[in-house]
């Protein structure tokens, strides 16, 4: 891949929903948009090899999409009313795409979330179409994100922007009830976003900064449009606390760092800070919903000096409560993890081995991986040396799998200094 190459598709990635969202708004079709979007990107691979990347090539990248969009537009026998919709002034707008300010709300980009979320489609079918569009995920990753096969994910995206266009979905922010009844969907659409960029799944990279930017200024977004939806709030302290370990949670060599060994003094304090004051938005803590809870637990690792002096016991009766709202395997293990801190790894264990047989975990690498630490922990090095393996076979993500690799080794090291020394 050359230098060319490379850098387009950083931008387009970086870009690209951004550009589906502007030129959205002038056909009124994403499907349309995103091969308009793509339409661009080939463009720019023949003509940026010859005259070189642009000064703002994001903006270059949108111009070329709104100018192919326009020339459809115009070609339509529906001309006169599709221009009647879109406003008199499409060839003085402003090429340029991006945000006045890192806070400010895109609006396009906003109206498209609420477009991929609307309620004709079926859950899995806005999941996986607002990661495509918005996220900039590949299907093989949305794929993997959802434990499904990829054929699967490409199947419902189809389908979802044929239904889209088929019922005529305006592309809009919407208001009063409807608003609403999308919020949902839309905040859980948000949330995978921000969990891509934060954990990638596949790639040589843990982290992918720009899925996480792009979910927090859509949470930021959100929230201000819906001032009195709690969990509005709570998805945005959520975001602006697990953002603020970012700085921490990978070394200068670019390898994960966990949680026990981050310099918390990496951490974002800004971005902390921002997350207690959404979370106080969120209400008070008996009311708390889901996203509110899991911010509440984030709020407990912040407020820590340090792993050992964290509160564990409050996270452990969060994930509990967060439990009871919303039944998950992934819930009850994260709860094991904290009983363990409590209790004791024998206890955790027992938690642990009690999910071993749920099908949603069949191929989650963190359920051998949690395993295989609480064993260490209990000595049973040669155990845990086979499930940081099984866990590190599991993951797709390059960084991840050498850091398992790494505790299986320690395991096995620690195997042998205890043979050394005579242990049983």
Aim: aromatic fraction near 4%; include cysteine.
């Amino acid at each position: 891949m050359t230098v060319v190459e490379s850098t387009l598709e950083t931008v387009f990635r970086m870009e690209s929903a951004r550009i589906i969202a502007t030129v959205a708004r002038i056909v009124r079709d994403v499907g349309i948009a995103e091969e308009l979007a793509q339409d661009a990107l080939v463009s720019a691979l023949e003509q940026w090899p010859r005259s070189g990347v642009p000064d703002s090539p994001g903006a270059w990248l949108t111009a070329a999409a709104k100018h192919r969009a326009v020339d459809l537009v115009r070609r339509r026998e529906t001309y006169a009313r599709k221009l009647a919709e879109v406003g008199r002034t499409l060839s003085e707008e402003s090429y340029d795409p991006e945000p006045s300010g890192p806070g400010d709300i895109d609006d396009d980009v906003l109206r498209l979330v609420f477009t991929t979320c609307h309620p004709v489609l079926s859950a899995d079918a806005r999941a996986a179409l607002t990661l495509r569009l918005v996220g900039g995920l590949r299907t093989d990753e949305i794929a993997r994100a959802f434990l499904v096969p990829e054929a699967t994910v490409a199947a419902r995206i189809t389908r979802a922007k044929r239904t889209l266009a088929k019922e005529g979905v305006e592309f809009e922010v919407p208001y009063g009830e409807e608003r609403a009844a999308r919020l949902g969907s839309v905040l859980e659409v948000v949330y995978l976003i921000f969990n891509e960029g934060y954990a990638a799944t596949a790639g040589d990279d843990l982290l992918r900064p720009g899925l996480c930017e792009d979910a927090l200024r859509l949470a930021r977004g959100l929230a201000a449009l819906m001032p009195a939806e709690s969990e509005a709030h709570g998805l945005s302290a959520l975001l602006e606390l697990q953002a603020s370990r970012i700085p921490a949670r990978t070394g200068p060599d670019g390898r994960p760092v966990l949680l026990a060994d981050q310099n918390r003094s990496r951490w974002n304090r800004l971005l902390t800070r921002r997350g207690y004051a959404a979370l106080a938005r969120a209400g008070d803590g008996r009311s708390y919903g889901p996203y509110a809870l899991q911010a509440a637990i984030a709020a407990c690792h912040a407020r820590a000096a340090s792993y050992e002096e964290t509160d564990w016991a409050t996270i452990a009766a969060l994930y509990g409560r967060l439990g009871a709202l919303t039944p998950s395997p992934v819930v009850e293990l994260n709860r094991a993890v904290a009983v363990s801190m409590t209790e004791g790894p024998a206890a955790a264990l027992a938690l642990v081995d009690a999910l071993a047989a749920e099908p949603a975990l069949a191929r989650y690498h963190l359920l051998p991986s949690v395993r295989g630490d609480l064993l260490a922990r209990l000595g049973r090095t040669e155990e845990a040396r086979a499930e940081f393996e099984r866990a590190a076979a599991l993951t797709r993500n390059e960084s991840e799998r050498e850091l398992l690799l790494g505790r299986a080794g320690e395991a096995t090291g620690a195997r042998a200094e205890e043979s050394r020394h005579g242990a049983p």
